[in-house]
């Protein structure tokens, strides 16, 4: 993770971890699109991939873990929402089909995670 001792319990999970990257990928692919874009898609896909890890966080410190359940649900319902944006980004030939396929193949490989994580969660 870095050259710290991750406190906090989200830090160690594999799932927040995923998120984060997943995020920043997100975030550096946007940057390739036109500034047209910047307050529409740019915007909207940002958002929602940074809401995946921001999600996990929150739902990890809740007392309970139906509340646990019920963010990552929301982070789930936000990676689907990334996914849309990389159709429309791949349709508006933001992005090419190696791009495309690269970010699908990570969304649907934390989507599983995240499902397997909060099946796992009593």
């Known amino acids: 993770m870095g050259e710290y001792e991750p406190n906090f319990k989200f830090e160690k999970l594999q799932i927040w971890q995923k998120a984060m990257d ?11 699109f036109p500034k047209d874009e910047l307050y529409n898609l740019i915007s909207q896909a940002r958002r929602a991939a940074d809401s995946i890890a921001l999600n996990i966080a929150e739902g990890s410190i809740s007392q309970s873990n139906p509340e646990f359940k019920k963010f990552i649900g929301y982070s ?22 190696d791009q495309f ?10 989507m599983n ?4 994580f909060r099946s796992k969660i009593t």
Do not use: P
């Open 101 to 110: 396929d690269k970010l699908y193949a990570e969304s649907f490989h934390l």
């Open 22 to 32: 997943f995020g920043e990928d997100i975030f550096n692919i946007s940057k390739g």
């Open 113 to 116: 995670m995240m499902q397997s």
């Open 76 to 97: 789930t319902r936000s990676l689907a929402e990334v996914v849309t944006c990389l159709h429309k980004a791949q349709k508006r030939k933001y992005i090419n089909q």
